[in-house]
């Protein structure tokens, strides 16, 4: 197996294709990356900026170049001894009419190939779904959109369709009788009844009405598209029955101002294999499974053999000729059977490198029997941003947090009400199908045929908002202990709150734990083992909605701490906390990945680096809030008794603000506006004030109009003064954080990750923020200097990058200098112990190191944290004058001197290294033994 490295994310989108890639190859590979980690590249929907969106898994995406493009990319990756780690998307695709698959089941319905390939009930107890799929895709109420004349039928060489903008969707082959049937008597009248035109049409219509239900589907769908060709032929060959088709089109499509010109295009439609609606709708009700609540796409059954072997042929011919030498697993707990699915997938690939995208619980472990080598690294972002978080500031920043904003709810329960409110507003519709099928299942025993609907999607709720982690794997009657648990502990609270639905949580308990009764049947046992699969897939998306996109937007005690995969409640860790987690790491996922940014994170890394800093200075904080708070009073709009921006919001956006704030005053027009746009995104995230499904334009102008005026750059403007001389000082001791993060990320156990653009200061905040455009050249440059710099004088450099720190070079230095350590002793970090070190003196808890060995070699991480109290502002935290008698206790056997590989300079052995002597020019280390 080919383990990376270290691998280097690439968004890639129209902008940013496959030619544009292959230019940067090579400076990847100087910088020291072994694989370049590919966002999917697979067919998307038109204008797609992230290619989660596919239409085709088996094409090439043609907005990214063709398929020589793409061969002349690989054979750059290949030249410079680079792998390829491919992001693939088995969940989901786009709900779109680029979607073949999907447009087919539309236009053929039973009788399509695709029939059973999207996660659609067919048999849903609406009677309105029955047999159709809902299509929640249309911008007002459907009836509204019908007689605006914005649904339009249209005729072409396709066929027959029904177009919404740019939706353009087929309908059945039986409504091509609509274009014949009206007004053919006029027609006959004018060509004759013996007209060999007029007999063709004749035999179409015949065909269309006469299709054998008894034959095989292919021969229905064969005379079908006899039909459709048929009829194409006549309307190109005769211009009479061109008129009369085109006049029986403009004729469907009704007049605006006249209702009821509209009911024959209704009634067409209303026969379709589809329902056309207003997007609204997909969150009350439902009879597709989406990607979270994202109406556009529709999930795949990739459970199904045959689905799995379509939607990954192109995919596993690029495994098996070697263009991809690695996948990762885009949303795993969305899969029906996560193991399934990976169990395959590692049939199918063989012995290569696999890793999935999952969010793990701050004590949840990966489950030890998936056939991979880890995850995509949430948890380790968590656990190293939480490191340089002062937890024992706690108490206070949760004292200015209601002191500023008046907010007491606890996190616990805020994070109830999040979930509840998420499943009560955009998935209540699943939440509804979930206890339809629990009480379809269950009304099959006398012991459950008394539970109401109402009463089991309460308890349901009840559990799912109370789920302690994103989702269980119980599958084929296999419950592992931690399963058990989590699954135990939701009910036991539920109980706990709602004693009035004790029977219907002892019911689902029952089922989700599997506990059979004796007299089942094994096809019984599998409607058991369907709900709670079923069960399983809606925790995850619930959870995710809930906290990530709703609470993390609500609680914002301290906003560094809410990140994807995050424990905001967990205010920082100690170093033997993150020392734990790393030695587990290192036995159990030693080929894992390590990541501190990602195309999904709220902050990028070096802005929650800057955060950080903040909660060491608590009173500081406080008094620097409070001001901004006087002085922008007057900025605020107050209309119909309410003050807006609130106070839960102004305080998230000062701390944004202080995180995000540029190092250059030339950024900062694009700037304003980034923070307004994604202060926007905020607020209907929160969904407190308004909400993506019910935006409040009176809040969110308001909000924008505060945002304008605190950031007008005009000398009048005294809280841009007062704020940036505070942000100055908070962004100098950021640098320091975000170079000791870096180390730790490099020489940790698992391989470092880096998104795209990081490897100099990367402010971004959540998408689309952070997939802006990233100017490589200025990387190329930097980088081609310090290379040729550290081969002259590697301590000259360091003092010039020190020199202009604002300028990123300090951080592109140290992941060029680390990973060149870490290819040289690629044996140590792959395979190699972790050991944790024990530091002594007056500035101990300021020093984080580490040891990995392996063999009889040894290299030790050295890295600060904490520095406000320690060094000055624009002091560097350098020599023995700042670190006194700190030190590192070297163990007895270690009988050696030390090579700090960062700065080239030699630190003689001992029982104990001083810090001092080891932090003389660079503010981090990377000590390898003589």
Not at 29 to 50: M, N, V, W
Not at 249 to 265: Q, W
Not at 356 to 361: F, S
Not at 721 to 726: A, K, T
Request: hydrophobic share 35%; net charge negative.
């Amino acid at each position: 197996m080919r383990i990376p490295l270290a691998t280097y994310r690439i968004q890639f989108n129209p902008d940013f294709n496959f030619n544009q890639t292959k230019e940067i190859i090579a400076y990847l590979q100087e910088l020291g990356i072994s694989d370049l980690y590919a966002s999917p590249i697979f067919k998307a929907r038109s204008g797609s900026t992230h290619g989660y969106d596919v239409v085709d898994p088996n094409q090439l995406n043609p907005e990214l170049g063709t398929q020589e493009d793409f061969d002349q990319l690989m054979e750059e990756v290949k030249n410079n001894g680079m792998g390829w780690l491919q992001d693939i998307v088995p969940n989901h695709m786009a709900y779109d009419s680029q979607n073949q698959y999907l447009t087919d089941i539309f236009e053929f319905g039973s009788d399509s190939d695709y029939l059973e390939f999207f996660d659609i009930d067919w048999k849903h107890p609406y009677s309105d779904f029955q047999g159709r799929v809902l299509a929640p895709l249309l911008g007002d109420f459907y009836g509204n959109c019908l007689e605006n004349g914005q649904l339009k039928i249209s005729y072409g060489e396709a066929g027959l369709s029904v177009n919404y903008y740019s939706l353009k969707f087929p309908l059945k082959i039986e409504s091509y009788t609509y274009l014949i049937t009206p007004r053919l008597k006029e027609l006959e009248d004018r060509l004759g009844r013996r007209h060999p035109n007029v007999i063709k049409l004749l035999g179409v219509l015949y065909v269309l009405k006469n299709i054998p239900h008894e034959e095989s589907s292919q021969d229905r769908r064969s005379q079908a598209v006899f039909a459709k060709g048929l009829l194409w032929e006549l309307y190109q060959e005769n211009s009479d029955i061109q008129k009369f088709i085109d006049e029986n089109i403009e004729y469907l499509n009704g007049k605006t101002g006249d209702t009821e010109s509209f009911n024959f295009l209704d009634q067409l439609l209303s026969e379709q294999f589809f329902r056309l609606s207003y997007w609204k709708v997909g969150a009350e009700e439902l009879n597709y499974r989406r990607f979270f609540t994202v109406n556009e796409l529709i999930s795949v059954k990739v459970e199904d053999e045959k689905v799995f072997n379509k939607t990954h042929d192109l995919i596993l011919k690029f495994v098996r000729s070697g263009k991809f030498t690695g996948l990762r697993i885009d949303h795993i707990d969305g899969l029906y059977n996560p193991l399934q699915y990976l169990q395959g997938i590692r049939e199918k690939v063989g012995n290569v490198y696999l890793t999935v995208e999952k969010i793990l619980d701050v004590e949840e472990e990966l489950p030890s029997n998936w056939p991979i080598e880890g995850t995509s690294g949430y948890e380790f972002l968590i656990y190293l941003n939480s490191l340089f978080c002062q937890r024992q500031n706690e108490d206070r920043f949760s004292q200015i947090y209601r002191d500023v904003t008046g907010l007491s709810a606890s996190f616990k329960q805020l994070l109830i009400d999040k979930k509840r409110l998420i499943a009560d507003r955009n998935l209540a519709g699943d939440a509804d199908n979930l206890a339809g099928l629990l009480k379809r299942i269950a009304g099959q025993y006398r012991y459950g045929r008394d539970f109401t609907l109402q009463g089991l999607q309460t308890a349901i709720l009840e559990v799912l908002v109370r789920f302690p982690v994103y989702r269980t794997y119980i599958n084929e009657g296999q419950v592992s202990e931690e399963d058990r648990y989590y699954v135990q502990f939701a009910i036991q609270e539920a109980k706990g709150q709602h004693p009035e639905l004790i029977n219907e949580l002892n019911l689902i308990e029952k089922f989700l734990l599997l506990e059979y009764d004796d007299y089942l049947s094994d096809e019984n046992k599998q409607l058991w083992l369907h709900f709670v699969s079923k069960f399983q897939q809606f925790s995850g998306p619930l959870t995710a909605k809930g906290v990530e996109d709703t609470l993390f937007y609500v609680y914002n005690r301290f906003v560094s701490l809410n990140e994807v995969g995050g424990a905001p409640h967990q205010f920082g860790i100690s170093s033997d906390m993150f020392h734990q987690f790393n030695k587990k790491r290192a036995k159990s996922w030693p080929h894992t990945m390590n990541t501190t940014s990602t195309h999904d994170t709220k902050r990028s890394e070096d802005l929650r680096a800057r955060l950080n800093v903040i909660s060491e200075i608590p009173d500081e904080w406080e008094a620097q809030v409070r001001t901004w708070i006087a002085l922008n009073r007057d900025k605020k709009i107050e209309t119909e008794g309410r003050i807006i921006p609130d106070g839960n919001d102004e305080y998230f956006l000062y701390q944004n603000l202080i995180g995000s704030y540029p190092f250059y005053e030339t950024e900062y027009p694009e700037f304003v506006e980034r923070v307004k746009q994604f202060a926007i995104k905020a607020v209907r995230e929160a969904k407190v004030h308004t909400a993506w499904l019910r935006p409040d334009s009176v809040y969110e102008e308001g909000f924008f109009t505060f945002v304008d005026k605190i950031l007008n750059p005009s000398e009048d403007n005294q809280f841009l003064q007062e704020f940036r001389n505070f942000q100055q000082k908070i962004a100098f001791y950021g640098m320091f954080n975000s170079l000791s993060q870096t180390l730790i990320k490099i020489t940790s156990p698992g391989l470092p990750d880096f998104y795209q653009g990081t490897e100099l200061w990367d402010l971004s905040l959540v998408d689309p923020d952070n997939r802006r455009p990233v100017n490589y050249q200025k990387r190329m440059q930097f980088l081609e200097e310090i290379k040729r710099r550290s081969q002259e004088d590697t301590l000259s450099l360091i003092e010039e990058l020190k020199a202009s720190p604002e300028d990123g070079r300090m951080k592109l230095f140290l992941i060029y200098q680390g990973l060149i350590v870490r290819k040289q002793y690629l044996e140590v970090y792959q395979q190699g112990t972790y050991i944790p070190l024990e530091i002594t003196g007056d500035y101990a808890e300021h020093i984080l190191a580490f040891a990995r060995t392996y063999g009889q070699q040894i290299i030790i991480t050295v890295v600060p944290q904490f520095l406000t109290n320690l060094v000055e502002p624009q002091q560097f935290p350098l020599g023995e004058n700042i670190w006194k008698d700190t030190a590192i206790e070297i163990p007895e056997d270690w009988e050696t001197d030390w090579k700090n590989t960062l700065t080239n300079q030699l630190i003689k052995g001992g029982h104990s290294l001083k810090i001092g002597d080891i932090l003389t020019v660079f503010p981090v280390a990377l000590l390898t033994s003589c």
